[in-house]
C-alpha cells in the first residue's frame, strides 16, 4: 500500500534527531512525491477493477445501514479532511471513496481493522509532517527547495514530468509556499536542462 511507504518516511523523518536537517526532509518530500505517483497508478488500477456495475431497478429496500459503519466512516472523512488539507475537497471525497472501496472488498474482511489503522497512522503523520513544514522558515523553505532541486535533476524525463504534474496539481504534501519554491526551482532546472 503505498501510504506505507509515505508512513515510513514521515517516521523516519520525524524521528530523528535532525528534524530540521535539509538532507532528510528532502528525500522523505521527493520519496512521498513518489509514493504519490504510485498511488495514483494503483488507485487507477483499482477504479479500472472495480467500476460499478450498472444499476439494478427494483421495488427491494436497500439494506440497513450499520451505524457503526456510519461512525467509521465519519471519523474516517474527519481525518482524511484535517491530514489532507493539501488537497481539494474533491480529491480528498476521492481519497475517502477509494479507502471505503477498499475497506467494502469482501476479500479485505479480515484485514480491514489492520487497515483503517495503517491508514489512520499513515494519515496522521502526514499531518504532523505537514505542521512541521509550516514551521519552517522562508530561508529553510528555499534551502529545502534548492536541495529537493538537486535531487530532481537526477530524474528521467518522464519522472520529472510526472513531479511537476503532482506539484502543480497540489497534490504533494507540502505546504503551498513550498510547493511554489519547488515549482520554481524545478522549472529552472528544466530550463537549464531540456529532456
Known sequence: MAFRGIAAAVLLTLGSSSVWATDPLVLFLLRAIRDQIVMSAAEAALDALNRPAPPQYGYLQPPPVDTAEQDETRHL????????????????????????KILADPENAALRPQIVESFTQTARAVGRAQQTLRRLSHNQKLALAADARLEYEKLGPDQRREMMRIL?????????????MMVAEFSAADRRQPD
Open 77 to 100: 472523512k474527519a481525518i482524511i479532511d484535517e491530514s489532507y488539507g493539501y488537497l481539494s475537497p474533491a480529491q480528498r471525497d476521492q481519497v475517502h471513496t477509494s479507502l471505503m
Open 168 to 180: 502543480r496539481a497540489g497534490q504533494a504534501p507540502l505546504p503551498s509556499d513550498l510547493t511554489e
